[in-house]
């Protein structure tokens, strides 16, 4: 089965830190790539989308690595209100028209 | 106001019974999706609906059975609850089908009994 693959954590990082998550996903006509973001007991939220160039975002960054299959994500500077548990997403391929989601990295940051 | 409304958040059944969740959004989007999250927090496909028309039917007891009356609302009736069903469904949209920035709605705690 294609799956997106995650390390479930828990990071737990000192404010100010950075910390990065990677997410591998095994099925190579993945397309499209994002970031979502859930808070305890919470929706997911769109945090970022992954573009082949990397993007950012403040203190955001994302990347993605076609040759390995991997996408990351780097915080940098971590605030307290940076915890939560981070899922990564991929499509399916061309006309798979859904998202896989990975299991999350839990992320603590402590005062 | 609500982009993406689930009712209802809370939900605790006897095994056996038959319930429904409601997901009403409006955004105006084409596209609306129901997951799972089981306790493992894992996140999974059930149904994908574009305008109203069946996209994806992922590999789901016939018990759960998905009706779109319109764009704008995707219910999700489930027949003969059992333990396994607890779990918390997260209804989502899209503005089409080949855009992945959803928005989730808040979620229906599901606890069967």
């Given at each position: 089965r294609k799956e997106v693959e995650q390390d479930p954590g828990p990071f737990n990082v000192p404010e100010g830190a950075t910390v990065a998550f990677n997410c591998t996903y095994s099925n190579s006509a993945s397309q499209s790539f994002f970031w979502y973001r859930q808070d305890c007991r919470k929706e997911p939220k769109l945090l970022m989308s992954v573009y082949s160039s990397g993007n950012e975002d403040g203190r955001f960054t994302a990347q993605l690595n076609r040759a390995s299959q991997y996408i990351s994500l780097l915080i940098r500077d971590s605030k307290l209100s940076d915890s939560a548990t981070y899922l990564c997403a991929s499509d399916s391929g061309a006309g798979s028209y859904q998202l896989t989601f990975g299991k999350g990295t839990k992320l603590s940051v402590i005062p | 106001d609500t982009a993406v409304s689930q009712t209802p958040k809370y939900l605790v059944t006897q095994m056996g019974n038959d319930k429904s969740i409601k997901c009403e959004q409006n955004l105006g989007h084409d596209t609306m999706y129901w997951y799972k999250q089981d306790s493992k927090k894992f996140l999974k496909i059930m149904f994908s609906y574009n305008n109203k028309e069946l996209i994806i039917n992922e590999t789901v007891p016939n018990r759960f059975s998905p009706k779109s009356p319109d764009k704008a609302h995707l219910n999700l009736h489930i027949n003969s609850l059992e333990l396994g069903d607890s779990a918390v469904y997260f209804c989502a949209s899209s503005?089409?089908?080949?855009?992945?920035?959803y928005t989730f709605g808040s979620g229906t705690r599901l606890t069967v009994v």
């Open positions: - | 503005q089409d089908i080949r855009y992945y920035g």
